[in-house]
């Protein structure tokens, strides 16, 4: 055997006299022992390179078999070129893992749903178990759990955070501190899962969030399981980033959500009844299936003292959507703080004018007041319209008739002006407040007809004697039924009616009280 200087330093063994066996690695006494063999089992005359390491080295062995039978073998150090594909393949499956983790935590909204996604992918891909901490709120924090190859359980854990080392200052938004300062025998039990085994290796990180901490992530690696490199805890920083960024974003939606609610809940038309033995009913659609509220609305005022008249108010402000429905807010509260004069339908509407007109919104509206009372087995009814379609009286017999009231538009002019009817309602008849949404629906056979007034006053003729939650639900379905399904404005009726009882006593004016045939 004979080697060259380069050779000699890495087969400091081999030389003249020397036994391959005895200086040559495994893998390249094989592949030369297959150059040896006669026949079918010899090696082919143009080798794949060989591949092996040597002394923790790549390598690549070229064989030259000379013309006597004896074999030269070239070794060339791979290592540093391995090393780069290594590398280039553990870059290219974590950003992949990176890009799926940034799909997964965002494609919802919710944050129970973001806190599962980063417990699983991180248990499958950084550690054999994860922690997916949200914010605590005092002692007390929501936690999710997850083992490699389980499903996430969530849990809500009472603990001092500051208790455990790292996780109080994660939890507050700072750096994260090495593995290496972690003792895994500080774990509490209720951050190892159950049937986990010992511990061998913590990474506590913190979730960031949109400015606010999101929370914190916690690995864990069993004892007989690799410790974390610096590499892999800074790549665990970086999950922690998109899956922080996820959970706060889902955070602000639900407190967002949450607003919206409280303020949509002021916002929607109430739910109607019987007030001071008087029926009323009523039914609201927003222009957009999408939206709960837009530019109509309606409102009854139970009188403060029994045997005074209830005020009732239905409008339609220009627009619709959520612009729309912020000025019925408005126009909602200036009403309800103008209910010590709401016996002079004149000077509620021209206050009300006048907040409109001193305000920053560019819209106008129309509206229609009805003070109603119960007077024997009859409703007495004072009506007032500001730019509105007048009230429709629907008599026991069918016919209807149209309230002689009329006025100027709110929010639009200066001064306005309008014009009071009374009516009064026997048993079973009923008194119609509605917007020009039903009126103007665009519908029937072609597709381009209003619903108009006629046709309304026709239908509502055949509800004589019907109770006024079952008139209120017939209009919408009629409307319904004309539009099928197009576009169109916002929809409000109210039913005001006399029902056909007589009434006994009520309790303090606010009541229902008790009634008899």
């Known amino acids: 055997m004979r080697r060259n200087a380069a050779a000699g330093l890495l087969l400091p063994a081999a030389g003249p006299g020397a036994s391959l066996a005895d200086t040559a690695p495994p893998w390249l006494q094989a592949a030369h022992a297959a150059l040896s063999l006669p026949g079918p089992h010899a090696a082919p005359a143009t080798p794949e390179p060989l591949r092996g390491t040597i002394e923790g080295r790549h390598f690549e062995a070229h064989p030259t078999v000379g013309d006597d039978g004896s ?39 919710n944050l129970g749903r973001c806190m599962d996604v980063t417990a699983q992918m991180a248990a499958e891909n950084l550690a054999d178990a994860a922690l997916a901490i949200a914010p605590a709120r005092g002692t007390r924090f929501p936690v999710v ?15 001092d955070p500051d208790g455990i080392p790292g996780l109080g200052e994660a939890l507050r938004g700072f750096p994260p501190v090495p593995s290496r300062w972690i003792d895994p025998e500080a774990a509490p039990g209720w951050m190892v899962p159950e049937g986990f085994g010992p511990v061998g290796s913590i990474v506590i990180t913190p979730l960031p969030g949109h ?22 805890e800074v790549f665990a920083r970086l999950f922690a980033a998109r899956a922080g960024a996820a959970m706060s974003a889902a955070r602000l939606y639900a407190e967002q959500t949450a607003i919206s609610d409280v303020l949509m809940q002021e916002l929607l038309p109430p739910v109607l009844h019987r007030i001071s033995g008087i029926d009323y009913a009523g039914r609201y659609r927003p222009s957009a299936d999408h939206e709960r509220i837009g530019g109509d609305f309606y409102d009854v005022h139970p009188a403060a003292i029994e045997g005074e008249a209830s005020l009732v108010s239905l409008g339609d402000v220009c627009g619709k959507g959520l612009e729309a429905a912020v000025l019925t807010g408005k126009i909602r509260n200036t009403l309800h703080a103008l209910l010590p004069i709401a016996h002079d339908h004149q000077r509620m509407l021209s206050l009300l004018n006048t907040a409109l007109l001193s305000s920053h919104h560019a819209r106008f509206a129309t509206m229609v007041l009805a003070s109603a009372v119960r007077r024997g087995n009859a409703v007495d009814l004072r009506l007032t ?27 639009a002019l200066p001064h306005i002006s309008t014009t009071t009817a009374s ?16 009126t103007e629906a665009k519908g029937g056979p072609l597709g381009d007809a209003q619903f108009g007034e006629a046709r309304l006053k026709r239908a509502l003729a055949r509800c004589a004697g019907m109770p006024a939650d079952g008139i209120a ?9 004309w539009l099928s399904g197009r576009s169109h404005d916002d929809i409000a009726v109210v039913v005001i009616s006399a029902p056909r009882t007589h009434h006994l006593s009520a309790v303090d004016g606010h009541t229902r009280g008790r009634y008899t045939a």
């Not at 759990?145 to 603990?159: D, E």
């Not at 400015?211 to 892999?232: H, I, M, N, Q, Y």
């Not at 008599?395 to 538009?409: H, I, N």
């Open 71 to 109: 074999v030269a073998w070239w070794l060339v150090d791979d290592t540093d070129r391995q090393l780069a594909q290594e590398a280039l393949r553990m870059e290219r499956e974590r950003t992949e893992f990176l890009a799926r983790a940034s799909s997964a935590l965002l494609s919802s909204l």
């Open 145 to 159: 759990t997850c083992l490699r190859g389980g499903a996430p359980t969530p849990s809500t854990v009472t603990a």
């Open 211 to 232: 400015g606010v901490p999101a929370g914190a992530l916690v690995l864990l690696r069993k004892s007989d399981t690799g410790a974390f490199s610096a590499e892999e």
């Open 385 to 411: 319209s500001g730019g509105h379609p007048s009230p429709l009286i629907v008599r026991s017999d069918g016919t209807v008739e149209e309230a002689d009231t009329r006025g100027t538009l709110i929010g």
């Open 423 to 438: 009516v009064t309602l026997a048993p079973g008849e009923f008194c119609v407040l509605y917007t020009d949404g039903i």
């Open 473 to 481: 639900e017939h209009v919408e379905m009629l409307a319904d039924q």
